[in-house]
């Protein structure tokens, strides 16, 4: 059974940074691509920062330059490194394992979500 725990969410104010974890396991993790998205109320979730099993990653216009996501194949972790925050950028933040391969954004492309964990920017 696949199972993503996220972690590291909080409160920070803007220009703040913050590191995202998701824990992956019950998957050969590094035959999958995995990606971050977020949600915040009445919206539907949006994709951030995509990465495949080999390191190549995709990020969304609104976090490039500010977000870097990586992976430890060993580790089974996929980290969602945040900076330059703004208050925009508050949200639940999910973790999620790609169905298909390298530049997917579309949610219905990823499956088996954790249960997020929370980010707030203060201004």
């Known amino acids: 059974q696949v199972r993503l725990v996220e972690s590291g969410g909080g409160l920070v104010q803007t220009g703040g940074s913050l590191r995202l974890s998701c824990a992956a396991s019950?998957?050969?993790?590094?035959?999958?691509?995995m990606g971050w998205f977020r949600q915040t109320p009445g919206k539907e979730r949006e994709f951030v920062s995509g990465?495949?099993?080999?390191?190549?990653?995709w990020d969304a216009d609104s976090v490039k330059g500010r977000a870097t996501i990586s992976r430890d194949n060993t580790q089974h972790t996929v980290n969602l490194q945040m900076n330059s925050l703004k208050p925009d950028d508050t949200a639940v933040y999910y973790c999620?394992?790609?169905?298909?391969?390298?530049?997917?954004?579309?949610?219905?492309?990823?499956?088996?979500w954790g249960p997020g964990t929370r980010v707030t920017v203060s201004p």
């Open positions: 990465i495949s099993g080999g390191g190549s990653t």
């Open positions: 019950g998957l050969t993790f590094r035959y999958f691509a």
């Open positions: 999620a394992r790609a169905t298909a391969g390298y530049g997917v954004t579309r949610e219905g492309a990823y499956d088996n």
